[in-house]
């Protein structure tokens, strides 16, 4: 049985620590876990029959984007581009916005989901970039997306984000605020007409926020632009299920990539709750 952890950092290095607990966890925390494993193994499957194959291989404009082998046996961070770049661009903290945080933010994620449960996770290894229309999407669960109020989608890829929610693919949209939310709804909305579908606001009674940490607060400080506070959306599909979490306001792969750096100290508090956000944002994408 695995018990609960804490995150924390020491001497400027992530770790994670054993943490005495006032109760024993109880069976069906248990049971609850087993199930998170399973769902592991089951969930890629699902998704990658759904989506079938293409006999035409997906055209990007760089090699680095795309699916570079198959790893969907494992838990696999993925993100998602969301406009044209050119060979050779910088990936990560600088002019191209949909790849802030990039690699740093997916790497230590996947060491935390490694330390505090038994799911496969790939480690070690940058994560994979996709457009929403590439049909090797659909064999991973769980999907990243920042930064979408300069999202420029497509109609395919407008249509391919339909798609991957709805045959149970998962998004975790992070690091926008402000007027960036016209933006992106503009493309939900055309994706998924508020006629069917409408954003809402979570509390934390929902089963995200307590599906393996027990998250006690939402109210949270982001690690920059403070005048703006966290709120946490979803859109779910017809059966109640969450198709995305949205961060607004607030940055939580931030803290995830800094939290190893000794030059950018940010609240130890304040990333421990950004690692238990993450964790649940996975599990709940794998469970549902």
Known sequence: MIKDKELHNANCKMTIAHCSRPRVVSWLRTLGFAMVVLALTVMPMRLSAASGTSDKPYHYEDNRFGELKDESDKFKFTRIKTYQTSPGDHIGDGPVMWSHDYPEAGLHLSKILSEVSKLQVVLDENEWIFAFDDPNLMKYPFAYLCEVGYMQLTDQEIAGMREYLLRGGFLLVDDFRSREMRNFEYYVKRAFPE???????????????????????????PPYARQFRPQFLGLEDKHGRLMMIINYNNDVSDYWQWSGDPYQPLPAQDTQGAYKFGVNYVFYALTH
């Open 195 to 221: 006629s069917e579908y409408q954003m809402k606001q979570l509390d934390i009674t929902h089963p995200i926020f307590n599906c393996f940490f027990s998250i006690k607060t939402l109210d949270v400080e």
